[in-house]
């Protein structure tokens, strides 16, 4: 064996000093923020300090600037963390997300805020709106909408009885595993546990190898994770975070039917969130009920060449509409070229509410 040109210890000295460099430097930009948050206090009462859109933007940055070996995603989750670590320095952010605990809501909360701030699971959908409403909590998570099952109307319909604001969105890309315990005869699989969403998004691999097992369907993935503790002959559908929370093994892996398989969520909270660069506006609009109701809406957003990324009808809750339509378009309300299209939508539309602006999701 011929010998190495640097040795393993001095490779191990390097990284050492490394090391050093990289604590120190993490602690300059941890005291730079306890700096900024000096400045949030004393300028602006009530101070806000989270920032969206400064996130966004350092985020960016960083998967910019980075040229390997780690790739721009896992450097940016390195930076993620660290300033999850320096806001909860500022001051500690407590985020409600639809539990129970496991669930890909709370890996969503979990990839947008870090580790660092307080996550606590709320049973229902309204529940984390009214949690965020009351105080109780800075910020709120909630799904909308699964590339493969389509919009959540709960989340849209929460929207519109309040006068909450979103913040940001987050997309996870999900991965349905077959979880068994120790104790589960895995030959006599004869129930599967899941919620609804997640039965759809796996029917066909149901199909193919469990056609004679019972389907259950359950108020969510964690909680199906939870019953397959107790049965030997019964598998959950659910994802890492239930199988790590209840110690379960995967009988078979990224089961979803369609390998692109994920899910949007949105961060919901009190505050309009400035210009970041990249952006995405969502709306709540109620028409007139007539013909060509639909075109008027839409004439404003192809005239200035605006990019809508979302269209969703609901029946209108009030009966003074029949309808209400979600939009999410590409822009920020405060660009001038928004600004006009959202001025002419107005007057066309029996009522305009504009739900946020927010930086389009990074990782
Ligand atoms: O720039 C700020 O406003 C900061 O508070 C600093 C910082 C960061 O660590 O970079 C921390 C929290 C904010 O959400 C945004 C950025």
Same mark, same amino acid.
């Given at each position: 064996?011929?010998?190495?040109?640097?040795?393993?210890?001095?490779?191990?000295?390097?990284?050492?000093?490394?090391?050093?460099?990289?604590?120190?430097?993490?602690?300059?930009?941890?005291?730079?923020?306890?700096?900024?948050?000096?400045?949030?206090?004393?300028?602006?009462?009530?101070?806000?300090?989270?920032?969206?859109?400064?996130?966004?933007?350092?985020?960016?940055? *960083?998967?910019?600037?980075?040229?390997?070996?780690?790739?721009?995603?896992?450097?940016?989750?390195?930076?993620?963390?660290?300033?999850?670590?320096?806001?909860?320095?500022?001051?500690?952010?407590?985020?409600?997300?639809?539990?129970?605990?496991?669930?890909?809501?709370?890996?969503?909360?979990?990839?947008?805020?870090? %580790?660092?701030?307080?996550?606590?699971?709320?049973?229902?959908?309204?529940?984390?709106?009214?949690?965020?409403?009351?105080?109780?909590?800075?910020?709120?998570?909630?799904?909308?909408?699964?590339?493969? %099952?389509?919009?959540?109307?709960?989340?849209?319909?929460?929207?519109?009885?309040?006068?909450?604001?979103?913040?940001? %969105?987050?997309?996870?890309?999900?991965?349905h595993h077959l979880l068994v315990?120790?104790?589960?005869?895995?030959?006599? *699989?004869?129930?599967i546990?899941?919620?609804?969403?997640?039965?759809?998004?796996?029917?066909?691999?149901?199909?193919?190898h469990?056609?004679?097992?019972?389907?259950?369907?359950?108020?969510?993935?964690?909680?199906?994770?939870?019953?397959?503790?107790?049965?030997?002959?019964?598998a959950a559908i659910?994802?890492?975070? $239930? $199988?790590?929370?209840?110690?379960?093994?995967r009988l078979a892996?990224?089961i979803?039917?369609?390998?692109?398989?994920?899910?949007?969520?949105?961060?919901?909270?009190? !505050?309009?969130?400035?210009?970041?660069?990249?952006?995405?506006?969502?709306?709540?609009? $109620?028409?007139?009920? !007539?013909?060509?109701?639909?075109?008027?809406?839409?004439?404003?957003?192809?005239?200035?060449?605006?990019?809508?990324?979302?269209?969703?009808?609901?029946?209108?809750?009030?009966?003074?509409?029949?309808?209400?339509?979600?939009?999410?378009?590409?822009?920020?309300?405060?660009?001038?070229?928004?600004?006009?299209?959202?001025?002419? *939508?107005?007057?066309?539309?029996?009522?305009?509410?504009?739900?946020?602006?927010?930086?389009?999701?990074?990782?």
């Open positions: 064996m011929t010998e190495p040109s640097v040795s393993l210890e001095a490779l191990r000295q390097r990284i050492d000093a490394l090391d050093n460099d990289i604590l120190r430097l993490i602690s300059e930009r941890a005291a730079c923020a306890q700096e900024v948050a000096a400045i949030k206090a004393e300028h602006e009462p009530g101070g806000v300090f989270y920032r969206p859109e400064r996130e966004a933007q350092v985020l960016r940055r *960083v998967m910019e600037l980075n040229h390997g070996p780690l790739d721009s995603e896992e450097m940016a989750r390195l930076f993620r963390e660290i300033m999850s670590a320096c806001l909860a320095l500022e001051q500690p952010v407590k985020v409600a997300y639809l539990g129970p605990e496991g669930t890909f809501t709370q890996q969503a909360a979990l990839k947008h805020f870090g %580790e660092s701030a307080i996550s606590l699971p709320m049973a229902a959908i309204d529940e984390v709106f009214r949690e965020v409403e009351a105080g109780a909590v800075n910020y709120g998570v909630v799904p909308v909408e699964n590339s493969t %099952e389509g919009v959540i109307n709960h989340t849209l319909d929460s929207f519109m009885d309040s006068s909450l604001r979103i913040c940001g %969105e987050v997309v996870l890309r999900i991965h315990s120790e104790t589960t005869r895995r030959d006599k *699989v004869s129930r546990y899941s919620h609804p969403q997640s039965f759809a998004q796996c029917r066909k691999w149901i199909d193919a469990f056609p004679q097992a019972e389907r259950v369907p359950v108020s969510s993935n964690a909680e199906a994770a939870r019953l397959v503790k107790t049965e030997w002959h019964s659910a994802g890492d975070m $239930a $199988a790590k929370l209840y110690g379960l093994a892996e990224k979803e039917d369609r390998p692109d398989n994920s899910t949007r969520f949105l961060i919901i909270g009190n !505050q309009d969130v400035p210009v970041s660069g990249e952006d995405k506006t969502s709306l709540v609009v $109620a028409m007139r009920n !007539q013909p060509g109701a639909l075109h008027d809406l839409l004439e404003p957003f192809h005239r200035h060449q605006i990019d809508m990324t979302r269209l969703e009808t609901r029946p209108s809750r009030s009966g003074v509409w029949n309808y209400v339509f979600f939009i999410d378009f590409k822009g920020h309300r405060d660009e001038p070229r928004v600004a006009a299209m959202l001025e002419e *939508v107005k007057l066309r539309a029996a009522d305009v509410k504009v739900l946020g602006s927010y930086p389009a999701g990074v990782l």
